[in-house]
């Protein structure tokens, strides 16, 4: 499974799916769970590819509490499409 590692001040991961549409349902997925958290990634998708990097921007752009409940979250999320 995929995990988040953290590099130079953030959490990034790369999350791969069987094609667009199963990634977009994931990132939508996120977006809804990200927006309740008041908390969003900075992401990019490609085709069956989603690359997510969190930090706070709030707090210097520093990996935070708020990273990593939205990263636990995301990986509740990626478990229902692996």
Do not use: C, R
Request: glycine share 2%.
């Amino acid at each position: 499974m995929t995990a988040f590692k953290e590099t130079d001040n953030t959490l990034k991961a790369s999350f791969s799916f069987k094609d667009f549409k199963e990634a977009f349902a994931f990132m939508t997925e996120v977006a809804f769970h990200a927006e309740s958290q008041n908390h969003h990634p900075n992401w990019s998708n490609v085709y069956n590819t989603v690359e997510i990097s969190l930090s706070t921007h709030d707090a210097g752009n520093i990996v935070t509490d708020k990273d990593h409940l939205l990263a636990d979250t995301i990986f509740s999320i990626f478990a229902k499409y692996s």
